[in-house]
T-cell receptor, first 114, second 116 residues
Framework: GAGVSQSPSNKVTEKGKDVELRCDPI?????LYWYRQSLGQGLEFLIY????????KSGLPSDRFSAERTGGSVSTLTIQRTQQEDSAVYLC????????????FGSGTQLSVL | DAKTTQPTSMDCAEGRAANLPCNHS???????VYWYRQIHSQGPQYIIH???NNETNEMASLIITEDRKSSTLILPHATLRDTAVYYC?????????????????FGKGTRLSVIA
């Protein structure tokens, strides 16, 4: 595709429910990142995938958060037993390869936990 | 990654140059300066990056001081569409082997308002 695509663009859920957020990176991009941004705050790194290497999960805030990347392309971020503090915009970014400096971001998924 | 310091907000008249400063006094020799911006309700957008030489592209110019402890992003003719939060980030260059595991760390940035 032309850019990084995220779905859904908005998600409203009830506290305690599980949610899945999807990211389609730019075709051929080997690196994929998840960030989240709470209202009025900067971006918080969550997890990073690079090719077939083990992901860097150091930014995940709790074990309720997990992510996978299938076939080196599409990624899914799963939040189990959502809490109100999980409400934020979840942003995905991809980068072409190790020889390229630019990150390309999607427009994000606005998650609201009621 | 080296810490950066940016003003919280700035105003700029439409058509004038917008000069956004960034202090990174603890930058190390192999760390680059990156600039991204985030327009309301969108994901961040890459603008420019540099090491020590001044850089220019179709979006902006980056001026890095000789001691590399500070830099300035210049939007030569600001338009209303340049209103955004601008992030200055310092980190080791991605292309260095095994550096990709360190993600870009975004601070609070500078909120630039371009005024008609």
């Amino acid at each position: 595709g032309a850019g990084v695509s995220q779905s859904p663009s908005n998600k409203v859920t009830e506290k305690g429910k599980d949610v899945e957020l999807r990211c389609d990176p730019i075709s051929g991009h080997t690196a994929l990142y998840w960030y989240r941004q709470s209202l009025g705050q900067g971006l918080e790194f969550l997890i990073y995938f690079q090719g077939n290497s083990a992901p860097d999960k150091s930014g995940l805030p709790s074990d309720r958060f997990s992510a996978e990347r299938t076939g080196g392309s599409v990624s899914t971020l799963t939040i189990q037993r959502t809490q109100q503090e999980d409400s934020a915009v979840y942003l995905c970014a991809s980068r072409r390869d190790s020889a390229n400096e630019k990150l390309f971001f999607g427009s994000g998924t606005q998650l609201s936990v009621l | 990654d080296a810490k950066t310091t940016q003003p919280t907000s700035m105003d700029c008249a439409e058509g004038r140059a917008a000069n956004l400063p960034c202090n990174h006094s603890t930058i190390s020799g192999n760390e680059y300066v990156y600039w991204y911006r985030q327009i309301h309700s969108q994901g961040p957008q890459y603008i420019i990056h540099g090491l020590k030489n001044n850089e220019t592209n179709e979006m902006a110019s980056l001026i890095i001081t000789e001691d590399r402890k500070s830099s300035t992003l210049i939007l030569p003719h600001a338009t209303l569409r340049d209103t955004a939060v601008y992030y200055c980030i310092v980190r080791i260059r991605f292309v260095i082997m095994n550096s990709g595991n360190t993600p870009l760390v975004f601070g609070k940035g500078t909120r630039l308002s371009v005024i008609a």
